[in-house]
């Protein structure tokens, strides 16, 4: 039984059961501890992609039906008020030949005749239906290619770091919608806690649109850690499109601002890794900069593993260039990808460790 109350927003499923072999398959080598949070993923995974859809489908729906009802209407009009239809027969009986008149006047396919008139007054209509339709058309096909996905890519992002920061003991949120602590803001797409730590906190706004100044990301990201009391902002462009030309995939602005592109959108692995770089990162940032508040704790060691984090990260971006410029060497570059991405992950990891490590110590 399914049941939903719509003033607390929940829906709630009982004794839920089924035989199909692919939902079978897939949910049989998820561990039993993540099968609640990966069940309420598939459906939101559907959910959305179902509403993607919802356009294209209602307007077929509502087109079929429309002609199906201009036919009727046509066979109408033909069998009444046709030559061999059932006014013709009315007006032969009771008029014989002499009957023509009538005939003429309310014939609908003779121009200027009243049900002439009408008929072409419906099929005016008709056009309008028509013409209507397509415009609903052409603008889901506009909602694919440009800003009007952009709630697309949070679905993409929501499901990529959900995957990345679990394993970790981080965890995350999808506040976009939102108010938060700066008066009628709402900036901030998504909140991840380190550690599940509510004091460290990185806070993420997503784009997927046309070309943006620095200016104006580096406005947004102020306003996000503001807004979601962070420590850490990370801006997320699903393209390169979007960013600025003087700007590559992987730019740390500020020492509390990263700016990031995750590829040309359409490689969701690529983009998986970007970003996973990208959160270890940017994680390693924030406890880093929450760190720097304990006495007593050496930081000049953390400092040169940042530093040797960012040359790896200098050579990924290059390494990462290449590919991008050159398909045909992708093969080639492709261990040495793999190198340097686990590389500084283990910086990286090692980094976090070490500071969540010494902070416990020395709060002890």
């Known amino acids: 039984m399914i049941s939903i109350d719509s003033e ?28 609640p949070q990966r069940l309420e993923r598939v459906m939101k995974t559907g959910v959305v992609a179902l509403m993607t859809v919802g356009t294209s489908e209602k307007v077929d729906y509502v087109r079929r039906h429309f002609d199906e009802l201009k036919h009727e209407f046509d066979k109408c009009m033909s069998d009444a008020f046709g030559e061999k239809g059932q006014f013709a027969s009315i007006i032969d009986e009771h008029f014989g030949e002499d009957g023509r008149f009538v005939k003429e006047l309310l014939d609908p396919d003779r121009v200027g005749t009243p049900l002439a008139r009408l008929r072409d007054m419906i099929d005016s209509r008709f056009q309008d239906l028509r013409r209507d339709l397509k415009v609903a058309e052409t603008a889901e096909e506009i909602s694919k290619r440009t800003t009007l996905k952009g709630g697309d890519f949070e679905s993409v992002f929501d499901e990529m770091i959900c995957e990345i920061v679990k394993p970790l003991g981080d965890t995350v949120e999808r506040r976009g919608t939102s108010p938060g602590a700066v008066l009628n803001s709402k900036k901030g797409d998504f909140v991840a806690k380190v550690d599940n730590r509510d004091d460290i906190r990185i806070v993420f706004e997503t784009k997927d649109t046309t070309r943006m100044s620095l200016q104006n990301i580096e406005a947004e990201v102020k306003e996000a850690i503001a807004n979601r009391i962070a420590v850490y902002g990370v801006f997320v462009a699903r393209t390169m499109e979007t960013l600025p030309k003087t700007l590559d995939w992987f730019n740390e602005v500020k020492d509390d601002t990263l700016v990031v592109a995750l590829g040309d959108g359409t490689d969701v692995e690529v983009e998986r890794k970007m970003l996973r770089i990208c959160y270890k990162w940017a994680r390693t940032k924030a406890l880093t900069a929450k760190a720097r508040e304990v006495k007593g704790f050496d930081i000049k060691a953390v400092e040169v593993q940042i530093m040797e984090a960012r040359r790896s990260i200098a050579s990924f971006k290059d390494i990462k260039g290449l590919c991008t410029k050159s398909k045909e060497a992708v093969e080639l570059l492709e261990d040495k990808i793999e190198t340097v991405q686990t590389s500084l992950e283990g910086i990286l990891d090692s980094m976090t460790e070490q500071i969540l490590r010494a902070e416990s110590a020395a709060r002890t």
Do not use: Q, W
């Not at 607390?8 to 035989?19: C, G, I, L, P, Q």
């Open 8 to 35: 607390k927003h929940e829906m709630r499923v009982d004794a839920y059961s089924t035989n199909d072999v692919e939902i079978v398959g897939y949910f049989s080598g998820v561990p039993e501890e993540e099968l």
